[in-house]
């Protein structure tokens, strides 16, 4: 039969070198395993979202605002005797003294479906432990991004002797502050007669379950839309506020009306004016 050239016209000649380990490296990605290739990618992702999250003081301040309004949204009762109940659940169960309401939470998965439990839940796969001996100069450009950053993640949770730092005890506190606001939810629901399976369900759901089942869902987030599962478990929580209990956001609205005719008040100024200035 015919001869057919791997590279075409390029076949048997000489190029430039850095051409040439260019071509090397896109036959590579053309030929290797997609399954490998994407979850590589979904390690570097995990990656830079932890960065944004557990590793972000801002966040830790949002995510904790976050969930005292949406326990209210919720229509929770008692928040902070509930939170000081939760909380003395978590600390006991950390001495593993575990209470009979950390058990049930537990049981029922009430503490498994946090962001850094259901998100981020891929990036130990990556860590190795001796991190360098991974990072080899043949790897193309993708896998060494992903061992690099692999590195940066194990160097802010170890000191030089292993000892924890800030950066595990980050995580940590980004996951005690969902697992604290859905144990006192948690005992809310009981208080309040529901079965113990209707309680787990609401306080796993009214905190942003990220535990999904939705194969479309799981592609995006783990691909084009790195935080998708927040909107989508989160918009139908506002829009049962919205149908059920609207005086929830009628109370939230004077506030922040509030809050405006309070800093025009203190600062001063014309505020017709002002906005004269940008019409």
Do not use: C
Request: hydrophobic share 40%; net charge positive; no cysteine.
């Amino acid at each position: 039969g015919t001869k057919k050239y791997k590279f075409g016209n390029l076949a048997g000649k000489f190029i430039n070198a850095e051409i040439a380990d260019n071509l090397i490296r896109s036959q590579k990605y053309a030929t290797q395993d997609p399954n490998k290739f994407f979850a590589t990618h979904r390690g570097l992702t995990q990656l830079w979202k932890v960065s944004k999250t557990a590793f972000n003081p801002t966040v830790h301040v949002n995510n904790t605002f976050s969930n005292v309004i949406l326990y209210d949204l919720m229509d929770g009762k008692d928040m902070f005797k509930n939170l000081r109940t939760g909380h003395n659940a978590l600390m006991a169960a950390g001495k593993n003294q575990k209470s009979e309401l950390y058990t049930l939470a537990k049981n029922y998965n009430v503490l498994d479906s946090d962001l850094v439990t259901q998100e981020l839940k891929e990036i130990t796969k990556i860590l190795k432990t001796d991190p360098y001996s991974g990072l080899k100069a043949s790897d193309d450009e993708f896998n060494q991004a992903v061992s690099i950053g692999s590195i940066m993640f194990k160097n802010a949770k170890n000191s030089l002797f292993g000892v924890k730092t800030a950066a595990d005890s980050m995580l940590k506190l980004y996951r005690y502050e969902d697992q604290v606001f859905r144990m006192a939810l948690f005992k809310d629901r009981l208080s309040k007669g529901f079965s113990v399976e209707k309680a787990a369900a609401d306080a796993k759901r009214s905190f942003v379950d990220y535990d999904i089942n939705a194969p479309v869902i799981n592609w995006m987030r783990n691909n084009v839309t790195p935080f998708l599962a927040y909107t989508y478990r989160i918009v139908p929580l506002l829009g049962e506020t919205a149908v059920l209990r609207p005086w929830k956001y009628a109370k939230y609205m004077g506030l922040g009306y509030g809050l405006n005719a309070g800093g025009s008040y203190f600062a001063g100024g014309d505020e017709e004016a002002e906005r004269a200035l940008f019409s």
